[in-house]
């Protein structure tokens, strides 16, 4: 039987160097984890410019068109670079592209949005006005079929006037249908057009009722709208701690501008109130 003393000192230095650096690599590992405290971590969370540029990557088109604008002015963590912009948008065009040969009205829709900003390609027309009515007739006949992207879209473009002809009385229509399947845009839409009476007078009672709506579906930019209700009274009893609580569940979903809106109603409040109205906010719910 060989004996073990002399296998080991038969071992090539090198291997013994080697191994003894990675046993005194993961000592040092291991005293350093346990000064720190906790569990190192060598990552930092993406800037919106770098989360929107990996699903971009991914064939995302609405990730490409965020981009696009993030590099136009310079915002999200992203450089101000309006060339690489331009690509992005390229990029955004080629997918919308492809879906829109299928027949696709919002991607026709998209065409038209990217186009009217002035960015053109050579292999596709250069008028918005062309997209934007492919996308009328695709939602047209998708809403006529009773989907409810059809609807929306078709709502949307009867509303503004984008390929078609403003009828604001048919885009209620439209709207109506969707609003109730429970499409959130539609349903803010539709509260919108009550509001500026397209039927008659303006009814901000109805309006409220409709934001409200959306905001029981988990809409953020309807709860804020719900929140600015109670602030002006539009349809709503006039209460600073009702439109506060909407505005906690905006900002909660990320809505900044209601994060500030809460800032400046902390500002009129005593120290005491304040308390009172973020203890009664722990238990508020949305009724």
Request: proline share 5%; with cysteine; charged share 20%.
């Given at each position: 039987m060989?004996?073990?003393?002399?296998?080991?000192?038969?071992?090539?230095?090198?291997?013994?160097?080697?191994?003894?650096?990675?046993?005194?690599?993961a000592v040092l590992w291991f005293m350093v984890r346990d000064?720190?405290?906790?569990r190192l971590d060598w990552s930092?969370?993406?800037?919106?410019?770098?989360?929107?540029?990996?699903?971009?990557?991914?064939?995302?088109?609405?990730a490409c068109v965020a981009c696009?604008?993030?590099?136009?002015?310079?915002?999200?963590?992203?450089?101000?670079?309006?060339?690489?912009?331009?690509?992005?948008?390229?990029?955004?065009?080629?997918?919308y592209e492809r879906d829109a040969k299928k027949g696709d009205g919002y991607a026709w829709l998209k065409i038209g949005?990217?186009?009217?900003?002035?960015?053109?390609?050579?292999?596709?027309?250069?008028?918005?006005?062309?997209?934007?009515?492919?996308?009328?007739?695709c939602n047209l006949e998708a809403a006529k079929a009773g989907d409810i992207n059809g609807l929306a879209f078709a709502g949307y473009q009867l509303r503004f006037g984008l390929g078609c002809v403003t009828d604001l009385h048919k885009a209620m229509d439209f709207l109506e249908a969707a609003a109730n399947r429970g499409h959130a845009p539609s349903i803010k839409s539709l509260a919108e057009l009550h509001l500026v009476g397209v039927r008659g007078k303006p009814d901000p009672v109805s309006?409220?009722?409709?934001?409200?709506?959306?905001?029981?579906?988990?809409?953020?930019?309807?709860?804020e709208r719900?929140?600015?209700?109670?602030?002006?009274?539009?349809?709503?009893?006039?209460?600073?701690?009702?439109?506060?609580?909407?505005?906690a569940s905006a900002a909660r979903k990320g809505r900044s501008a209601a994060q500030r809106?809460?800032?400046?109603?902390?500002?009129?409040w005593t120290p005491k109130q304040l308390r009172d109205v973020q203890d009664r906010l722990q238990t508020w719910a949305p009724a």
């Open positions: 060989q004996d073990p003393a002399a296998s080991f000192s038969s071992l090539d230095p090198i291997y013994l160097f080697i191994g003894l650096v990675l046993i005194l690599c000064l720190i405290g906790h930092r969370p993406l800037t919106p410019f770098q989360y929107k540029r990996r699903l971009a990557r991914r064939g995302d088109a609405r696009a604008d993030m590099l136009e002015k310079g915002t999200g963590g992203a450089p101000r670079h309006p060339e690489l912009a331009l690509s992005f948008l390229d990029q955004a065009l080629y997918i949005e990217i186009l009217s900003r002035g960015h053109h390609v050579h292999n596709m027309p250069n008028s918005a006005d062309r997209a934007y009515h492919n996308a009328y007739l309006a409220a009722r409709l934001f409200r709506q959306a905001a029981a579906v988990g809409d953020a930019e309807a709860l719900v929140g600015d209700n109670f602030l002006s009274a539009t349809g709503e009893l006039a209460s600073r701690e009702q439109a506060y609580f909407w505005y809106k809460m800032e400046r109603l902390e500002e009129t």
